[in-house]
């Protein structure tokens, strides 16, 4: 019999998130978190992800919508119009799991919960074993992975696919099934389908098997994180590697603090970076070239200059970006804009507005040419791509900068820059303000 409360303790009053796709492990999720709303008081926010390849999506969303209006669930959605990677499951991850981020934050949950399940991290232990990694890669995903101001939280995970299955028609959950999981094409249906079969055949209980591989690997990859860090803090200054101080170290702690670094670009999902990138990280770091630089997944750069090695994001394949705000944007300069009720400062990084002077939605963008802003206390306009040169923004800064305009178009903020005439003094009315994380 399966209980979500053998595995995972609720607290009275939790705020939960929950990634669901309509398929048998999310609904069997979003149908045990029900059984237990009122005993723990739960407020619970269903979150779904379009990802508009197959005709059943929009049947898929209308269902769940109807759902959650059925059982008074709160229910977010969103739609990816287009793909630009040839990896469709790891840019559909990416994108699902920013999504769900900003979710969380929305509604200030301290837990966000996805139906990952036995099976799933069986297939992904394998294919890191494949691919190639660290200690860390090879645990796989953990049940619970602590984001800062909420955790992610995988409580399904000593369970297996079929046992959620069974779940779901014991207790008349409806689900969709979705048939792309049984194309050869990605890799991790042909796991699903060939190799887990025969372990299962092997050892029924054998994904439990890997569940404590994985967390035996997690409990020794504690230990090497200890002595991680303290190499860090000798050849790591302002999230630079100083080649002189790196080399000294021994070969299997550089590749650990080369995976400590890069986990915060690629956070819990280490399967995009395997050996191959690794090495070719490691042979540009002790070659003699001075300037260059290596491309990795998901637009990061591994960049060397001189005796100094970064990982940075590169924004430059951000032309452009438009964001009708509601309460939260993160944006893609790893920035945040928030709605808040109060702040304790005036400064250019918080903004007070009148919505009866400006026109609602307001609208995050890039700039655009021709920008201009009316600035507080001044008559005219100024260009944006003035003020930015004035303030010394780098060039590389300046096409990923949010500007904050109201539905006319008026610029009203420039974000940590500058104040438009549109900001109001304390003593001034406003009803709207904005902080700029």
């Not at 969103?78 to 999504?99: L, S």
Request: glycine share 4%; proline share 2%; with cysteine.
């Amino acid at each position: 019999m399966i209980s979500i409360e053998d595995n995972f303790l609720f607290h009275t009053n939790d705020k939960i998130v929950i990634g669901c796709s309509t398929g048998p492990d999310s609904m069997a999720l979003l149908d045990m978190l029900l059984k237990i709303r009122e005993k723990y008081h739960l407020s619970l926010i269903v979150c779904h992800v379009n990802h508009n390849i197959r005709r059943e999506s929009v049947q898929e969303e209308k269902f769940l919508k109807g759902f959650c209006e059925l059982h008074n669930l709160v229910f977010e959605t969103m739609t990816i119009e287009e793909y630009g990677d040839d990896n469709f499951h790891n840019e559909a991850r990416n994108i699902r799991y920013k999504f769900f981020d900003t979710i969380v934050r929305k509604y200030e949950a301290n837990y966000l919960m996805t139906a990952h399940h036995g099976d799933d991290l069986m297939e992904t232990i394998l294919m890191r074993i494949v691919r190639g990694s660290n200690l860390n890669g090879y645990s796989g995903f953990k049940m619970i992975v602590d984001m800062g101001d909420y955790q992610i939280v995988r409580p399904l995970i000593h369970y297996t696919k079929q046992e959620l299955k069974d779940y779901d028609i014991e207790n008349k959950v409806p689900f969709y099934v979705d048939k792309s999981n049984e194309k050869d094409t990605y890799t991790r249906n042909r796991y699903r389908k060939y190799v887990l079969p025969f372990l299962k055949s092997e050892d029924k209980d054998v994904h439990l098997k890997f569940l404590k591989f994985s967390n035996t690997l997690n409990e020794s990859c504690r230990f090497i994180d200890k002595v991680t860090k303290s190499a860090i803090k000798r050849c790591v200054v302002n999230d630079k590697i100083l080649v002189d101080q790196f080399v000294l170290e021994d070969e299997f702690i550089q590749k650990e603090i080369l995976y400590s670094i890069l986990r915060g670009f690629y956070q819990d999902d280490l399967i995009l970076i395997g050996d191959k990138h690794i090495d070719l990280i490691l042979n540009l770091i002790h070659s003699h070239k001075a300037n260059s630089f290596i491309n990795l997944p998901n637009d990061v750069l591994a960049r060397k200059n001189y005796n100094e090695f970064e990982f940075v994001k590169d924004i430059d394949v951000i032309t452009s970006y438009e964001i009708e705000f509601d309460q939260y944007a993160m944006l893609p300069n790893h920035h945040s804009i928030e709605l808040v009720s109060s702040v304790d400062n005036n400064s250019n990084n918080v903004c007070h507005l009148n919505s009866k002077d400006i026109a609602l939605p307001l609208i995050i963008r890039t700039r655009r040419i021709g920008d201009k802003i009316a600035l507080k206390g001044l008559d005219g306009t100024r260009k944006v791509k003035d003020i930015f040169i004035d303030k010394k923004i780098p060039m590389d800064e300046r096409d990923s900068w949010p500007i904050v305009l109201d539905s006319r178009g008026n610029v009203v903020w420039i974000p940590g820059i500058k104040k438009s005439k549109f900001d109001k003094k304390l003593s001034e009315e406003y009803d709207i303000i904005l902080k700029y994380n």
